[in-house]
Each structure stands twice: as structure tokens, then as C-alpha cells.
């Protein structure tokens, strides 16, 4: 008995593993839009897999000691027994295999901590954001995690006081995300819709570009060791990537639609309903 409760702890412990990379990738359907665009957010969905496999295996050797506990003491806890405790090694998998997720930061969170942790938690931000965006925006945002990777290695060797490193922060962990938040207020059936400078889907490929090409630019120069330059060009930053109403900032939503423009787009049999 205790050797074919073994195994099936151990074919339950092999399944929650399987259960656990399908969950992390949002389901076998959805796995493209759920993988890491960057190191830092895998590194933290890597600790939250492993501390569910921890919590896994507690739950089964928890299992498997509360069974072989009483059977000592009562000889043996037969096949109702043996039945309790696959019932409680299937649901503990189940458990811990879902919960606890991976916790996507709030946007008011990431730029703070160290580098590397705004890093990472600007990439899990924007992970949990692709689905809502088009697919042009997707394939950026999947390039700007890699930058991100590069740039937060060339920021920890920077003095987080130095105005460079400053605008650069707040150019990764408040800018980039205020931008795509904007977007995603926008509501979707005018997302496609052309206004004054396109559509807000083209507004946001447009700028995600230039925040991509800024991102990469920051990086070299913090590579060469061209603090002096950087610092100088970071002042263009909050000009060219600013608050909503400023040049080249993505509007936080779009106009109204004007009642009486709409009327005049109707069908003239349309109108007289009106």
C-alpha cells in the first residue's frame, strides 16, 4: 500500500509540474502573448513556479507522513485510507498548481526600488498589457523588453541620483506605461478610428517606436560611458514623451463624437428618422 501510494504521489507530483508550464503560459492557446519579454519577468515568474512546486511537494510529503502516521498507529488504513489521501494529494496539486499567481504590479509601483526590480517589474507590467494591444504594438513591446534587459544592466552601474539615470527611470517605469495605460482607455471600437494625427492603434505603434529607438539610444551611450551627452539629451525627454497636451504625447482619450458630424454621415433615408 505504501509503495503504490508512492507512485501515484509521484505521477500527481509529475502532472502538477505540467499543470504548473501551462498555467504559466495562460493556457497552450494563449502561450505566445503569456511568454516573458524579458529576463527580469522571468526570473519572477521562475520563483513564483518554484514556490508553488515547494508548496506541492510540502502538501504531498505532509500527505504521505499523516497516512503513514495512522496507519502505524491503527494498522494499516486500508483502501478507504489510501483513497482519502489520493483525494487529498489530487486537490493539494490542484491547489498550489493555480495559487498563488504571479502578482502583476500596480503602475504607481514600478519605478521604485532598485534597477533591476523596476526592470522586472515594468516587463511583468507590460506582459499583463499585450493582449489589448494590436498586434504591431505587441511585436514592440516584446522588443522593448529586451532593451529593458540591456538598459537596466547599464543603470546599475550609474548613480541613481545622476539626472540621466533619473529621466531614464522615468522615462522606463512612468512615461513608457502612462502611454499604453492612456491607450487602453480609449474604448475599443475607436481605437481603428481616424482622427487629427491617425488612429490611436497608430498613435500608440508610432510612439512605442520612439520610446523603443530612445531605449536603445540611452543604452549605447550609457555604454560608451557618455554620461554628459545622455544627461543632456534626457532634458528632451518629458518634451517629446510628455504629459497628455504635450508635443508628442498620446492622447488619454479621444474627443466625443460630435452628434451632429455623425447625422451628417448617414444615409439621407437614415436622416429622416431623425
Known sequence: MAGELSRETDRALEEGRSLLRDNQAGGRHRRMLSKPIG????????????LRLKLIAAALLSTMFIAGGVGIIIDGIGFGGIMIALCA??????????FPKVRIPDRSDLNTGDVRHMVARTELWL??????????????VDQIGLQLDALGVQL???????PAAVETRKLV????????EAYRKIPAHLRKEQRAGGSP?????????KISAEIDHVTRQLADGALDDLAIRTRYLDYRYGAPGEPGALPTALPAPDPLAQLNRLPERDKQEF
Open 39 to 50: 529576463r527580469g519577468s522571468a526570473e519572477l515568474r521562475q520563483n513564483n513556479l518554484k
Open 89 to 98: 494529494v489530487f486537490v493539494a496539486t490542484f491547489v498550489f498548481a493555480n
Open 127 to 140: 506582459e499583463s498589457q499585450r493582449p489589448a494591444l494590436p498586434a504591431p504594438a505587441i511585436t514592440l
Open 156 to 162: 546599475e552601474n550609474v548613480d541613481p541620483l545622476h
Open 173 to 180: 517605469g512612468e512615461t513608457l506605461p502612462g502611454m499604453v
Open 201 to 209: 492603434d497608430q498613435q500608440l505603434v508610432e510612439s512605442l517606436g
